[in-house]
């Protein structure tokens, strides 16, 4: 099955708020190998966005099957570290979709803000999504 040629410039509804904790920046650091401290590493607000991209290819008018995604692709622009103390959400919009050859290709960006409208990051994902193999 392939994914809805529609989702293509779709925004898909805002995360629950996510607080970030010294804990939750303490287990991220350690995950990956770094120094805890107030502020998080770069990549942390990952753990928002990728809330929103399960949503999105969990979300069943997409036509995503999970065994069938690679992740290509991630980047991240920050205005501002994530700190200790802030409520972050996350909505993600389809900003691109190729399909050919039995594969979608996926892009999405990720704008993370603070429950205040503060903008804090933006994350851009590539999913790669192999069809359903052909019947025999």
Do not use: C, N, W
Not at 122 to 128: E, H, I, M, R
Request: no cysteine; net charge negative.
């Amino acid at each position: 099955m392939s994914v809805s040629p529609e989702v293509a410039g779709r925004t898909f509804p805002e995360t629950p708020p996510y607080d970030v904790s010294r804990a939750k920046i303490r287990e991220f650091a350690t995950a990956i190998g770094a120094e805890p401290a107030d502020e998080t590493p770069m990549t942390f607000p990952v753990v928002v966005g990728f809330d929103a991209l399960q949503r999105f290819m969990t979300d069943p008018d997409v036509g995503i099957s999970l065994h069938r995604v690679v992740h290509g692709d991630q980047r991240f622009v920050q205005t501002r570290p994530v700190r200790a103390g802030d409520v972050l959400t996350a909505e993600l919009t389809v900003e691109s979709l190729r399909q050919g050859a039995g594969t979608d290709i996926i892009g999405t960006r990720t704008e993370i803000r603070t429950t205040d409208g503060e903008h804090v990051a933006t994350s851009y994902a590539t999913l790669v999504h192999r069809g359903a193999e052909p019947a025999e």
